[in-house]
């Protein structure tokens, strides 16, 4: 699986927007990006994935740069529950579904 | 009920003995996983299998065995626990296909002294 680079951490105040980065430059057409994020003590919990085009759902964005080689994961208003590690994923399109984590960014809140 | 369930959530147990993780799901998938986690780190993929015949090898196999019981219960073994296998344990599910996402369980806190 490509690689994905995320900063260690970041920080936020909250309801104010958050702007999660990832670098992901050996992505291969077929390649799917993945966001992942843990709550303390926590499973991992699906946030949203796209493969070209940016994707809305409820919980957050995702911004695809044009050349697929980084993206952006933005929580248009940060609530104290937001804060987790949020992992970047990179998945190869096809029946194999193997996510890999990387260490992801670790996103505090402050009030 | 949760979609995933491991059981137990937490267990100390003694180096070189076998213990078992348990995970269920009641999601109908038939792709099930085990991850091992770190301090710090991010989640590491010891074996997954695609249906019950199906069993594959993560990154970090070894000193790990599994059995895929039936399509909605998937357990993980160490057959002599040593201290270095002390991590959070997650089991994920997920279907097949390329718009998936991958459900996990809450985790096994596992201590071996």
């Known amino acids: 699986d490509a690689k994905t680079t995320q900063p260690n951490s970041m920080e936020s105040n909250e309801e104010e927007p958050v702007h999660l980065p990832c670098n992901h430059s050996?992505?291969?057409?077929?390649?799917?990006i993945h966001w992942y994020r843990q709550l303390p003590s926590q499973g991992p919990e699906y946030v949203i994935h796209g493969l070209t085009s940016n994707v809305n759902n409820r919980m957050a964005s995702l911004a695809i740069a044009e050349d697929r080689k980084s993206s952006t994961l933005i929580l248009h208003r940060a609530t104290l529950r937001d804060a987790a590690v949020y992992y970047c994923?990179?998945?190869?399109?096809?029946?194999?579904?193997?996510?890999?984590f990387g260490k992801g960014t670790l996103l505090t809140v402050n009030p | 009920d949760a979609d995933v369930t491991q059981t137990p959530r937490n267990r100390i147990t003694k180096t070189g003995k076998r213990i078992m993780l348990e995970c269920s799901q009641t999601?109908?998938?038939?792709?099930m996983y085990w991850y091992r986690q770190d301090p710090g780190l991010g989640l590491r993929l010891i074996y997954y299998?695609?249906?019950?015949?199906?069993?594959n090898k993560g990154e970090i196999s070894d000193g790990y065995s599994v059995s895929r019981q039936a399509q909605a219960k998937f357990s993980l073994s160490l057959e002599s626990a040593i201290p270095n296998q002390t991590a959070l344990y997650f089991c994920?599910?997920?279907?097949?296909?390329?718009?998936?996402?991958?459900?996990f369980g809450q985790g096994t806190r596992l201590t071996v002294v």
């Open positions: 994920a599910t997920s279907t097949g296909g390329v718009n998936t996402e991958a459900f």
């Open positions: 050996t992505i291969s057409g077929t390649d799917y």
């Open positions: 999601k109908g998938h038939d792709r």
């Open positions: 299998s695609f249906d019950v015949k199906d069993i």
């Open positions: 994923i990179l998945r190869r399109g096809g029946s194999n579904y193997k996510l890999t």
